[in-house]
């Protein structure tokens, strides 16, 4: 691939803005960087008039009646973004956030399946079906924050109500009310016309740290779906043929010996260097992997006084490639990595991958879809709105561009080095998503004006926009065996017929930073409804 895309704009620049999210301020998803403010003119005939549309990026004609079924549930679409973005929860917490999707749900007639879904407390599935058989839909919402992100619903960088310790940082509060308002929106329309089939909406939390996607494909909770559907927040509106990387999660944990850092250091082996060392490890193999390759780490424990040789040191590193196969090789280095380091050092390592996810499958046919009723959905800000953009923008340091009206021309292959829980459910169904401008031009992602957008009107346009988008794709899903067709056929000629393998170790039955408090006996009261289990 050249480094410019068709569109003109750069591959660097867009490769850069398709994180969805990615798998997690933890995990490091990519800033979101724009070269170019718009999306570049429209091309034009020699008379000077715009050239007549493709017939594949007209706007299908359930478009109309998904923004009119949007509109009968634009109330609670919007007491949903707006109840998560100002009671901001993190990763695997998420008790609030998930309640205030199930009430929506259940007020709206959906039976909640499972609460406590594949040991995530935190995750549900809900269903509503009408008439025998008929195609399954599912529906993918996110609703965790992120730390130090709380802002408020201002142009500059000021805590919000709850302070500014956490924050919808990433646009999930918006990402969660398109995903459940679309699915709300979707029942009114297949009530409207008969149409029979099951829309399922899947509460995945903690995409920010150990997505719940992942312990759901596990159980093969997404294998009986039609095709999965989501949206995420962007600078622009977008939608194409993106591949992100698989990745682990590892910690690495180093046994030495404690001993007098002054008086007798000979009597102690330092854990310390072991993670030292590891890290010089690390980066004698850059210069070695592939391009595709990630690695990043921090430290997490690295002694407690200079002057007592530390027996523990701990480092969290993450590894990423285009696939399960080649990360499965960076990732066997890394380990043989820890193990040098611990012998040149006389300690002990322990090596773990505790968390980790496939790369991402795009899905053409879903992708172009979902393209043509993006193209049918206006992007309008007002004055203010675009004030409130640009006051953004200028405390952030960046061009003063404002929020993008135009969507980008539809991307073809492209593979990114960012990655997301999203892949595993991608390996068992397929998935569409596309992204949608709620973030000023420049902005990335894990920000504190994506907070401060996503709790005011720019924020509601995008929860009511992508919930159209979304309730319409999910119409056409529903009622056109044609596309669901071509869609699984895409899926099969990327995925292959190889079986699916979990990344998760076999004895990970719960995400290990679950807080302590969701696996007492059910006594705590904070945590007194919440269930754990999968669906019966």
């Not at 000077?48 to 079924?69: H, N």
């Not at 009530?191 to 829309?199: C, L």
């Not at 390592?349 to 193209?375: K, Q, T, V």
């Not at 920000?447 to 992508?466: E, H, R, Y």
């Amino acid at each position: 691939m050249t480094d410019r895309l068709h569109s003109g704009l750069d591959r660097r620049s867009v490769l850069g803005s398709l994180g969805l999210g990615g798998a997690m301020a933890a995990v490091g998803t990519p800033t979101i960087v724009l070269a170019q403010a718009e999306a570049p003119p429209m091309p034009r005939e020699d008379d000077g008039t715009l050239p007549k549309p493709r017939e594949d990026t007209l706007p299908p004609a359930s478009s109309g009646a998904a923004a009119e079924a949007v509109e009968a549930v634009r109330d609670a679409i919007l007491r949903i973004s707006r109840e998560v973005w100002a009671t901001p929860e993190l990763s695997l917490a998420e008790v609030k956030s998930h309640r205030i999707h199930l009430r929506e749900l259940e007020a709206a007639g959906f039976t909640t399946k499972s609460r406590g879904t594949s040991g995530i407390p935190t995750a549900f599935i809900s269903e509503w079906s009408q008439g025998s058989g008929g195609p399954i839909i599912g529906y993918l919402p996110e609703y965790d924050a992120l730390p130090g992100l709380g802002n408020a619903a201002e142009p500059r960088q000021t805590p919000g109500a709850t302070g500014a310790e956490v924050g919808h940082g990433c646009g999930h509060n918006m990402l969660g009310a398109g995903c459940t308002g679309g699915a709300l929106a979707l029942k009114r329309l297949m009530q409207a016309d008969g149409t029979p089939g099951t829309i399922r909406v899947y509460g995945c939390a903690a995409e920010e740290t150990e997505g719940a996607k992942v312990y759901m494909a596990r159980d093969g909770l997404f294998e009986d779906l039609d095709a999965a559907i989501a949206w995420h927040s962007a600078p622009f509106a977008g939608a194409g043929n993106v591949r992100l990387a698989a990745f682990n999660q590892i910690q690495v944990r180093f046994h030495g010996r404690t001993g007098h850092a002054g008086s007798a250091p000979w009597e102690g082996r330092s854990a310390l260097k072991a993670a030292e060392m590891f890290g010089v490890g690390i980066q004698m193999m850059r210069e070695h992997i592939l391009p595709t390759s990630r690695m990043h780490y921090i430290y997490q424990a690295a002694g407690v006084a200079p002057n007592i040789v530390p027996d523990f040191a701990q480092v969290w590193i993450v590894a990423r490639d285009a696939d399960r196969e080649k990360l499965g090789a960076l990732s066997k280095w890394i380990g043989e990595v820890a193990e040098a380091a611990a012998m040149a050092t006389q300690t002990r390592a322990e090596f773990e991958i505790f968390f980790g996810s496939h790369d991402l499958l795009p899905n053409e046919p879903l992708a172009r879809h979902l393209y043509r009723h993006m193209l049918a959905v206006p992007i309008e800000f007002t004055d203010d709105e675009q004030a409130f953009a640009r006051a953004c923008q200028r405390e952030m340091g960046v061009p003063e561009a404002g929020m993008s009206t135009r969507p980008l021309p539809f991307i073809e292959d492209v593979s990114a080095g960012a990655s997301s829980d999203l892949g595993d459910v991608s390996y068992q169904v397929p998935t569409g998503v596309f992204a949608w401008p709620t973030i000023p031009l420049g902005i990335g992602l894990h920000t504190w004006p994506v907070t401060a957008c996503g709790g005011m009107s720019i924020g509601d346009k995008g929860s009511l926009a992508t919930a159209r988008i979304l309730a319409a794709c999910g119409h056409d899903l529903m009622t056109d065996a044609g596309l669901r067709k071509a869609a699984r056929e895409d899926f099969r000629a990327r995925r292959g017929d190889a079986p699916f393998v979990s990344p998760l170790p076999k004895d990970r039955t719960a995400p290990l930073g679950l807080d302590p408090h969701f696996i007492k006996t059910g006594d705590d009261e904070l945590f007194a409804d919440i269930t754990v289990g999968t669906p019966g």
